[in-house]
């Protein structure tokens, strides 16, 4: 799933349960993707753990002047996203506004009801001090518009002091960058890994998980028997982002201003998927509808061997299948061992009153011990490297294996989103991604189709 599709409807995974500590996630909702967006896929919202007022006031300091022209108000407001207020970022809402002797208004909202917040207060003038966004490029569009501050000057004098830019996961930022310029900040970093049945493995003689496209050809046609398949794949053209980059090819190339390139590339992409299902019969053909969880629902029921999939299917999985034994795999390898990115990041309105204030909480909720702090509470995983290196993450069943993948990880819209287009961009690509994965169509006029679109959207 893009980083679009999956910031809207991602799950955290369960806090980790090592020897180093004993931490407890919180209980998922009814609700499902594409019906209560955020981090959290069914709104999971991890439970207070027991977190010292120290490991959360670290970048903190004495009140910076505020440059923005609003230093006599004592409001802040800051717009979050409704699944993500945590424990560890409540905390340190609570030092931030006793350092400065300021009061948040902390508003929460599901993406898209901030999305259409934001377009309001742009219009109006009246915009919040600090957002968090979706991570799929936000800060880029509203940079393209004038309506994102730049953050240059801000990083020229504390960067080195908070590891930023060299601290972050590289290909985490092509989504912060304008005409040269930051805009953003990621916050919260995922993606998609290979979950596989380890008790299907072990009945198949199978030893270890696939590593190549041709491994896993091999390994689902070994699996698929009966009322079982090898692999479930999902009707969500989020998900077709994985397999186009582990064969090299660029969503969006700035510079000619195409999309899906190299062409041929992409078509193979493409119908390897479709070959899995029509050709290989190797996964049954997923359903066009709202519900994403077909494939997560065939795997906890044991007729699906291997899935693409990420954290937020971590704790949906524990509470339908807890004694169900798998394992995660790294991203498979074609032309490259990649995958996709998601998560979350931050930006600072151009008319934010508050600008200092705002970097100032930036620095505290990016610092490596926040970023433990919402790890230990809610298994949600971090951008930054030395965050993925610790020994406590990398020793988690769960936590370490997406820790591991990030390194693979790359951009998937690669900055598409200063076009202004990406939303009906990805109208596009759901109906050329659909009319060969759910409907048996030619893979090579799905991307031809979508192509066709895309130029006359952007031009390239």
């Known amino acids: 799933m893009s980083e679009r599709h999956r910031a809207e409807h991602a799950t955290a995974a369960p806090a980790p349960t090592g020897p180093e500590h004993s931490w407890h996630a919180g209980s998922p909702d009814s609700a499902g993707p594409g019906r209560a967006p955020g981090w959290t896929r069914r709104g999971v919202l991890g439970s207070a753990a027991a977190l010292g007022a120290g490991a959360l006031t670290a970048c903190g300091g004495n009140a910076p002047s505020d440059r923005g022209g609003g230093s006599g108000d004592k409001t802040f407001t800051l717009y979050w996203n409704a699944g993500h207020g945590y424990a560890a970022y409540t905390k340190l809402i609570e030092k931030f506004e006793s350092d400065h002797g300021i009061t948040v208004n902390w508003q929460k909202f599901q993406w898209p009801d901030l999305q259409t917040k934001l377009a309001a207060d742009m219009q109006s003038g009246q915009v919040a001090d600090l957002v968090e966004d979706d991570g799929s490029g936000w800060p880029l569009s509203y940079a393209a518009t004038g309506d994102a501050y730049p953050l240059d000057e801000f990083i020229a004098a504390d960067g080195e002091k908070i590891g930023y ?71 969500d053209p989020g998900y077709l982002s994985p397999w186009m980059l582990q064969n090299g090819v660029q969503y969006w190339d700035p510079s000619t201003r195409k999309v899906m390139t190299p062409v041929p590339k992409a078509i193979e992409a493409m119908r390897f998927q479709h070959d899995l299902i029509y050709r290989y019969k190797v996964s049954p053909a997923p359903s066009a509808t709202a519900d994403y ?168």
């Open 165 to 235: 830019p060299n601290d972050w996961q590289a290909n985490a930022l092509r989504n912060s960058r304008y005409q040269g310029k930051t805009y953003g900040i990621p916050l919260h970093l995922t993606c998609n890994l290979l979950f596989y049945n380890k008790t299907m493995f072990a009945a198949a003689g199978i030893e270890a998980p696939p590593s190549t496209w041709d491994e896993f050809l091999a390994v689902a046609r070994k699996l698929t028997r009966g009322d079982q398949y090898g692999v479930a794949l999902n009707s």
């Open 293 to 460: 969880e077909g494939p997560e629902k065939l795997f906890v029921a044991k007729r699906a061997a291997m899935m693409i999939s990420g954290p937020w299917d971590f704790v949906p999985i524990k509470k339908t299948a807890p004694d169900l034994d798998y394992g995660l795999a790294l991203p498979l390898k074609r032309d490259a061992r990649a995958t996709n990115f998601a998560g979350s990041g931050v930006f600072i309105p151009a008319k934010a009153r508050h600008k200092d204030l705002a970097w100032d909480l930036i620095k505290r909720l990016t610092s490596l011990s926040v970023e433990n702090a919402v790890t230990r509470e809610t298994g949600v995983t971090m951008p930054r490297k030395t965050w993925a290196k610790q020994s406590w993450v990398q020793q988690d069943k769960q936590v370490g294996a997406v820790a591991r993948a990030l390194a693979y990880g790359t951009s998937w819209p690669n900055g598409i989103d200063a076009t202004g287009k990406a939303p009906q961009l990805d109208d596009a690509l759901r109906s050329a991604y659909q009319s060969t994965i759910v409907k048996n169509g030619d893979p090579a006029a799905a991307v031809r189709n979508f192509r066709a679109a895309a130029a006359k959207l952007v031009g390239g």
